[in-house]
């Protein structure tokens, strides 16, 4: 299973993804958990001891070298599972990898960094054997085309706030401009079965496979740097719930 979790800023992008990543591995998964949010915590979220010491896009030397840049010639295909190897750490199951951030050009732009994250995205979706889960920011940009057609699934985080689902439409119609196959939409912090209910009607489409509970032992973990994962079963029962539809949907079909 190859997935992707976005959606508005403080929405519970990190924590899902870290309950999922989680509860992938005690399935038995070999799983990669890719952290691109350029202000990284998925780290602490699954409960790392020792943080990664290095994100990818630190490596400005190997970057400089493969990608190149200075003299005007980008690379847009180099080699990037070795570097993989030197900034993954393993906990608990999961290999982790942290992007970083991108330390100038905008989103959009050839610049070295930007290409070396698409790639990296490229490669855990395209080239790895396991699963992924990869927590993104708000934007789709370092989702290129071939590894947003050959994810299984991008999984838009929501609350009940109107912001959080306007964020969700607009990560909708991007995603449908560069070929993702399904937008899932996960809701978090929720209130009771009302508001559970009220959501649908407000996703503009995109389907509402799961819902986390609002709950005090997860904001508390986060606060105390504790991992999410085990903070709370309820929580825990619902990610195990989010993972069984997860798989009802994307398990790639074997062809007989
Ligand atoms: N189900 C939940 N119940 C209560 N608090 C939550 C829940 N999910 C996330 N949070 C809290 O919301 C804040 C933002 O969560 P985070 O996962 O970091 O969001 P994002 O990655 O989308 O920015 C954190 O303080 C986190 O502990
Ligand atoms: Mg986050």
Known sequence: MKLAVSGKGGVGKTTIAALLASELAARGYRVTAIDADPNPTLASALGFPTPPTTSLLDLRAEIEERVGGSDGFIRLNPRVDDLVERVAVAHGGIQLIVAGAISRGGAGCACPQNVLLRRLLDHVVLER????????EAGLEHLGRRSAQAADALLVVVDASRSSLETAARIRRLA??????????????????????????SLDGIELIAAI????????????????????PAAQ????????????????RVSV
């Open 129 to 136: 054997d396991e699963a992924v889960v990869i927590d993104l």
């Open 213 to 232: 509970p609002y709950s005090d032992a997860l904001a508390q973990a986060e606060r105390a740097g504790e991992p999410v994962t085990g903070a709370d």
């Open 176 to 201: 449908g401009e560069i070929g993702v196959a399904r937008v899932l939409a996960v809701a978090n912090k929720v209130r009771g079965p009302e508001e559970e209910a009220s959501l649908p009607g």
């Open 237 to 252: 029962a619902a990610a195990a719930r989010l993972t069984d539809a997860l798989q009802i949907r994307c398990e790639r």
